[in-house]
């Protein structure tokens, strides 16, 4: 059920293989299939830029990754994207991600080289940037990560795709995922991700995809000064960017073996999310979460 409100797909997600077909036990259990699995049993129509790939070998990384010969219209729409975002994050965004924003310089004024983003991530937190040609299956995409190399498409959106993108793109990939690079806890979980889930199976497998849904791509933070988001669903998002902290959602204290349980919608806006204290209790939480399953 596409709707206007939708989360951006991209290239960061964990996005499952679909079941094998040539095999007559093939069937996945219920609760063994990703959310996106789920989603996409009830659509008529695939949206090809959705289909996961495979990787034909190792992606351009850091400095071998060449610039795009963007045409102007491609940085106004990045233009366009970064600035209302940027309106509507200060008091929202946790200081972590607008710290990032600096020491990335992620600007409206052009779409930044993956190269130089790479580089500056390299000297914050070791990850290095690999540029990938869209949606990865899991095993591509959680094999990068678990060796600190983050997955990024280098092309933006349409203006028609201001809103909502079914696609990965760069906008998500760079301004919602890589500033939270630059944290240094968050960082080491995210490779802590990868790791686990190239080992995980059955219904492990869902159970991660929870966790990176309500952490990576939504979660949110305490403050000081109050509840901050971080999440790259949310900071990309210009509907949830306001949606997220309102009284329509539910705020669940960050628990891991609740929030592998709880069940989230992938085209619409959330209504529950969890609230970490900080990024060490994200980090500890998982290690504990993963190591009673023997996952690192
Ligand atoms: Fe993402």
Known sequence: MPAPEAKDQDAASPVEEPPATDESDSTTADDERSAF?????????????????????????????????????????????????MEQLPGRACNAYEQGLDVLDITPERIPPLADLSARLEDATDWT????????????????????????????????????????????????????LTQPEFADFYQLFGQAALKAEGAERPALEAFHWFTVEFGLLEEPEGTRIFGAGIVSSNEEVTHALS???????????????????????????????????????FRDWTSERNLL
């Open 37 to 85: 699995e789920k989603a996409a049993e009830s659509e008529e129509d695939v949206d090809p830029r959705t289909i996961p790939q495979s990787l034909d070998g190792t992606p351009p990384l850091g400095d071998e990754i060449e610039y795009p010969d963007y045409d102007e219209e491609r940085h106004e729409i990045w233009g366009t994207l970064v600035e209302r975002q």
């Open 129 to 180: 940037v690999a540029r990938i040609p869209g949606l990865l299956h899991e095993k591509d995409f959680f094999n990068l990560l678990a060796n600190r190399r983050f997955p990024s498409t280098d092309y933006v959106r349409d203006w028609d795709e201001l809103d909502y993108t079914p696609a990965p793109d760069c906008f998500h990939d760079i301004f919602g995922h890589m500033p939270m």
């Open 247 to 285: 009284d329509q959602v539910t705020k669940t204290p960050f628990d891991p073996d609740v929030l592998v349980d709880t069940d989230y919608e992938v085209y619409n806006l959330q209504d529950e999310l969890f609230v970490m204290d900080s990024f060490e209790q994200l980090v500890d939480g």
